[in-house]
Structure formats: C-alpha cells, structure tokens
C-alpha cells in the first residue's frame, strides 16, 4: 500500500524545512487558498458555513492524507470525511479546544499535541503583561510622548507586593505564573477543577470562584477552554474583582466576556486589561472596543507561546508525536491528548 502523505492545515509556519527534515521520507502536502484563511479566521466563507466545514472545504484533494499537523483549524466530522484515510493528528501547540475526541476515536485517529511546549514563554508573557498594567506602562508613555512629565499623571500605583494576585487555571501555565509572582513578594492565590500538590509546593492558596474573585487585585486568565470553562468570566463574576483591578488573559478567549471588559473599563471598574487571546481572532470590534475604554490596555496577537528557540522546538515535538502515533497498529490509533 502506498503510504500516505502529510498535511499541513492551517499551518503558521512559512517555511517547512524544519517539517521536511523531521518527517522525511513522507510527502508534505499543504493546504492553502481562501477556504483556509476562512478556517483559520474562524468564519465561514460563506453564509451559512461553519469554520469546520471551511476547514473541510480547504482538505479537499488529500484523501490519501494519513498524517494532519494542525495549528488552530477544527478537527471535526466535516473533516474526517474529507480525510478518509486519516490516521494521526498532531497539534502544533498545547491547545485541543478544537478537536472532536469523539469523532477521532471513532474513526481511529490518535491525536496528539505538545503539552508542556509554551508552558514558560506564555507564563513569562502573563507576567509582562501583568507588570506592565499595574505600572500603568502604557498610560506612562503615551504620557510623555505626548509631552508630559508628571509621574503623577497616571494615578495612584501601589505596591504590586501588598496586593493578592489571582490566577483562574491552575495547570502548567498557572504553575509557572505563580513561580514567577512569587518573586514580587505578594499573596498568589488560584482556583482550578482539581486540585493539585502543586498549590502547596508553590505556596500558593486554592479558593472557590468567587472568592478568590472578590480578593484579587489582578486577575491572569490561564484556563484551557472546555465545558466548564466557557464563557466563566461573564459580567456579573468580572463585577466581583475590587474596584481597581487589572485583567489579564493568556488562555482561550472565550473564556472571558470581552465586551463586558471594556463596559468595566470605560466606568472605571477595572483599571487595565491585557489580552493576548480574543473570542474571535482576529478580534472583532466588539473585541478592540477594550483598547478605546482605557489608555491602560495591551493587546498582543496571541502571541504569548511565541519564541524562536521554543517555536521550533515545538514544531520538531509535534512532528515527532505524529511519527509516533502513526506508528500505532491502525486498530489501536484512538484519540488521546
């Protein structure tokens, strides 16, 4: 039987030499035109069509595929029946929000992703943003740029080591967020679905939600997006953040109410929001309304996992991973992450 080829879908890299190597002697194919851009934007190309179905679309041709490297692109039904001979999916980062496990194991397919890739560079992005929010950085430069020179101008800052930091998600990223705050001497505190030995190694207190809520002066957002984690951070629980409070999110966008930030931002609730992840990417007005509400804003391009160094470790691990789950007896590639 001939073996089958390996498809790049929604792939972020432009080059592929580092695929080329590490897969060689199989065939690379990639998938490209305005289906995938569609897919990748998370719209449909046209009324009625779902990123899945875009995503579908832009596989269309590679029925011989046997291997899928993915970056952000769904991995559902629509997909799978375009790719019949499907065998392993290997994820270019830590993120699987966007694969039907159900559909995968039914068909056969192992999936794969690299957990631990981005762990440090996203935790150190979480942190940057957190420091420079509470230093009100932005409101500073746009200060004296604009030709002031006032360190007053920007309000009042406290210590960041008199203040209870909060962290929702308390995994990997959490962990190595918290391991970073503890330097700056203030109280950390978390909340999770589970609980872990990590919340005492790191000194670190597991509160409920809401309480945990109620007692943070800054929140980071590291929370994968599933069942329990959509939509969590709606109006009525960003209301419970003091007065004051900065929000920072490097998990999943849509974890958190975007334009419930901006309303918080504009009445003064909230005193600054980073975010590096959007409900829609790129974000939509709704979306960008954040950066109008308040001078103390940072948007990055979800770019918090991005490292050159770590970006093509990533890359050679997920290569990996897909050699190895396509090494698996074809009766016993079942999904799993």
Excluded at 213 to 238: C, F, G, I, Q, Y
Excluded at 312 to 318: F, T
Aim: proline share 5%.
């Amino acid at each position: 039987m001939t073996v089958g080829r390996i498809l790049l879908l929604d792939y972020p890299y432009a080059e592929t030499a580092v695929e080329e190597a590490a897969l060689a002697p199989r065939a690379l194919v990639r998938a490209a035109g305005e289906a995938l851009r569609v897919a990748s934007a998370g719209a449909g190309a046209s009324a009625g069509e779902t990123d899945g179905t875009a995503a579908a679309r832009a596989a269309a041709g590679f029925e011989d595929v046997e291997g899928l490297l993915v970056d952000m692109a769904p991995v559902d039904m629509a997909l799978l029946d375009a790719l019949p001979r499907l065998r392993a999916v290997s994820v270019i980062g830590i993120g699987l929000d966007r694969i039907d496990f159900a559909a995968a194991a039914a068909r056969g397919v192992a999936v794969r992703n690299v957990a631990a890739g981005s762990t440090e560079d996203v935790a150190t992005h979480a942190v940057a943003l957190l420091l420079a929010l509470w230093r009100r950085l932005p409101a500073y430069h746009a200060h004296v740029a604009g030709g002031g020179f006032d360190f007053t101008a920007v309000g009042p800052i406290d210590s960041l080591a008199s203040q209870t930091i909060g962290i929702l998600g308390f995994g990997r990223i959490g962990q190595a967020t918290a391991r970073r705050l503890a330097a700056f001497g203030c109280r950390v505190v978390a909340t999770s679905r589970t609980d872990s030995p990590a919340y005492a190694a790191l000194g670190v207190e597991s509160l409920p939600l809401d309480e945990l809520l109620r007692a943070s002066s800054a929140l980071v957002v590291t929370a994968p997006l599933n069942d329990a984690t959509r939509d969590l951070l709606d109006e009525r629980h960003l209301r419970l953040l003091p007065r004051g409070a900065v929000v920072v999110n490097v998990g999943r966008g849509l974890v958190v109410d975007t334009p419930a930030v901006a309303r918080l931002l504009a009445e003064g609730h909230l005193a600054g929001a980073g975010l590096d992840v959007f409900r829609s990417e790129p974000p939509g007005p709704d979306e960008l309304a954040v950066a109008a509400a308040s001078p103390n804003t940072i948007l990055t391009p979800h770019a918090a996992f991005y490292a050159v160094d770590t970006g093509l470790a990533i890359r050679q691990a997920a290569c990996a991973n897909l050699l190895d789950a396509l090494a698996l007896p074809v009766d016993g590639a079942l999904a799993s992450a």
